[in-house]
């Protein structure tokens, strides 16, 4: 009788392993990971024998180092909180979507300013400018850049794992990286400072567009006039949080010098007029004057922000020869 019930009792406890999972004592398996299979060995939560739940995994890289993931798991990938440890120290923690530490961004790093401590080891991207000259040794650049740079605040060091990058004061630099130390100091003015530091496992230099006024939505356009051989083209215009950009070609295929007065041209909008906005920190290019003949010209002008929708542009343009009575280049620009 105690034999039957003992096989019951086991064939029940197997059936909820199925059903439910098991934690397994350091089984070595094979995970195929997003970025490549890895055998280690592996103790945690399992279901039909593969992770799933809590666990822990440990193997090698590429080069033969040790380093352990521990964390949630399903279907066999990281996926959710976790924190990674290599045997050299280096730990990262955060959340992970399919084998892969997500940067915080956002709202979410604002703590990096009032207690950097709080996101230490953590995975962040942010834009800031540079606002010192770099500095460059031992195949490390450090940067001082300001997250907030529209008001010079949020000061952070990125330390950079690459001297080859020529990056310089005022350049826009995106970073993907891992929170470490708070770096003390004193600034010019006799002030202790307490910062930031991030280690970049991602770069890249911005142009200002891309940084401070990143494009919402873009219009291919392609509307020409001319008038005695002079012809304005509105080729494009993209919509952004802070202005709106109009991208204008200019072809000179008269007999005389042809100026188009950009600072004249003004759009309206549901019954709103809108005139130039002056960005003296663009990098964007700048429409020529005094046109010779058989000269073109591209430029951008940019007006605040607008609504996507359909807008009047009027501009304003002269040549030398007075007999040319040049009227205004209005454009009727429809938004698909």
Request: net charge negative.
């Amino acid at each position: 009788m105690m034999k039957k019930r003992l096989a019951f009792a086991v064939l029940v406890f197997g059936m909820m392993l199925a059903l439910f999972g098991c934690k397994n004592g350091g089984e070595e398996v094979t995970l195929e990971l997003s970025f490549g299979s890895r055998t280690g060995t592996y103790t945690g939560d399992m279901v039909d024998g593969v992770p799933n739940g809590q666990g822990k995994f440990t193997t090698e890289n590429d080069a033969g180092e040790s380093w352990t993931y521990e964390g949630e798991f399903k279907n066999g990938h990281f996926e959710g909180e976790g924190k990674t440890t290599w045997d050299s120290g280096q730990v990262e923690v955060g959340t992970y979507k399919n084998d892969v530490l997500v940067p915080m961004t956002g709202d979410d790093i604002k703590s990096l300013f009032t207690t950097p401590e709080d996101l230490k080891n953590h995975c962040v991207e942010l834009v800031g400018k540079v606002f010192s000259a770099p500095e460059y040794g031992d195949g490390v650049v450090s940067l001082q850049m300001w997250t907030d740079y529209a008001n010079s605040e949020n000061n952070i060091i990125v330390y950079i794992l690459d001297d080859t990058i020529d990056v310089n004061v005022d350049d826009y630099v995106r970073v993907v990286g891992i929170v470490g130390d708070v770096v003390t100091g004193v600034n010019a003015f006799g002030a202790e400072l307490t910062v930031p530091s991030v280690t970049a496992s991602e770069y890249e230099i911005l142009s200002y567009k891309d940084a401070v006024a990143p494009t919402v939505q873009e219009y291919e356009l392609g509307q020409s006039q001319s008038q005695y051989g002079y012809t304005i083209t509105v080729e494009k215009v993209e919509f952004a949080e802070i202005e709106t950009r109009v991208y204008v070609k200019v072809d000179n295929g008269g007999k005389a010098t042809f100026d188009l007065y950009s600072f004249n041209t003004v759009v309206t909008q549901n019954g709103k007029q809108y005139e130039i906005q002056d960005n003296w920190e663009a990098d964007y290019p700048e429409i020529q004057s005094n046109l010779y003949p058989g000269v073109s010209t591209e430029g951008v002008i940019v007006y605040p922000p607008m609504e996507q929708q359909d807008f009047q542009i009027i501009f304003d343009a002269y040549s030398d020869d007075y007999h040319e009575e040049i009227e205004k280049y209005v454009f009727d620009v429809t938004i698909p």
